[in-house]
């Protein structure tokens, strides 16, 4: 299929005009079943307690990977309609974002945000009059959901690492992936090879081995 795809695109899109078709004639039914598989995975869903947060768990996928195709598509919606923000631009961006913050993890809705100073900055919405109406309820709507979040965001925090001596906890994802990492390093020695390809498919399987036997 991508060859038969990278074959059509080399032949037909001769201009901007024919790459818009092509987009637009993958883009809209993709985000149409991506909108409705994140509606149904929430109405199938239920919660489990991961590291002192209650994330959706369902039948398409952990949360992580849903707020990950959520963050491509707010960047597609912003790229296909860019020029063109019409009702259906703004409703589609709602319900984007609707679905980025109940389904996503901190992580992801930071990401989102990096993104979006990125395309602001591009954009040069600082020179924009509602940029400054806007930003002071961005703000105290922040403000507010920590005051209200609090409780639930020390509770994550405590078992990210130890709020006293601000330790990473043994049974964090922090200290997970840096020991993921530090096994990996050293799994590919001092061989050049290595170090350009990577160890190959499966290597996960031993990258933990020793120090976390389950």
């Known amino acids: 299929m991508e060859i038969v795809i990278a074959i059509f695109i080399i032949n037909f899109v001769k201009d901007e005009m024919d790459l818009q078709t092509v987009f637009s004639f993958f883009f809209k039914p993709a985000l149409f079943l991506f909108i409705l598989l994140s509606f149904l995975q929430i109405a199938t869903a239920s919660y489990g307690d991961v590291q002192g947060?209650?994330?959706?768990?369902?039948?398409?996928?952990?949360?992580?990977?849903?707020?990950?195709?959520?963050?491509?598509?707010?960047?597609?919606?912003?790229?296909?309609?860019?020029?063109?923000?019409?009702?259906?631009?703004?409703?589609?961006?709602?319900i984007q974002y609707v679905l980025l913050i109940y389904t996503g993890s901190v992580a992801t809705i930071l990401a989102n945000v990096a993104y979006i100073f990125l395309v602001g900055y591009k954009?040069?919405?600082?020179?924009?009059?509602?940029?400054?109406?806007?930003?002071?309820?961005?703000?105290?709507?922040?403000?507010?959901?920590?005051?209200?979040?609090?409780?639930?965001?020390?509770?994550?925090?405590?078992?990210?690492?130890?709020?006293?001596?601000?330790?990473?906890?043994?049974?964090?994802s922090l200290k997970w992936r840096w020991d993921a990492w530090v096994s990996y390093l050293s799994l590919l020695d001092n061989s050049f090879i290595n170090w350009v390809f990577g160890l190959g498919v499966g290597t996960q399987r031993f990258i933990l081995h020793p120090d976390y036997p389950n």
């Open 53 to 94: 947060v209650d994330r959706i768990l369902g039948p398409f996928g952990s949360p992580t990977t849903l707020a990950g195709f959520l963050h491509l598509f707010i960047a597609l919606t912003f790229y296909y309609y860019e020029g063109n923000h019409s009702y259906r631009f703004w409703t589609l961006l709602v």
């Open 123 to 172: 954009q040069r919405w600082i020179r924009l009059k509602v940029f400054y109406r806007i930003f002071p309820l961005v703000t105290a709507v922040t403000i507010v959901a920590v005051v209200v979040k609090i409780e639930s965001i020390l509770s994550r925090l405590s078992v990210i690492f130890n709020l006293k001596n601000f330790e990473l906890a043994q049974g964090s």
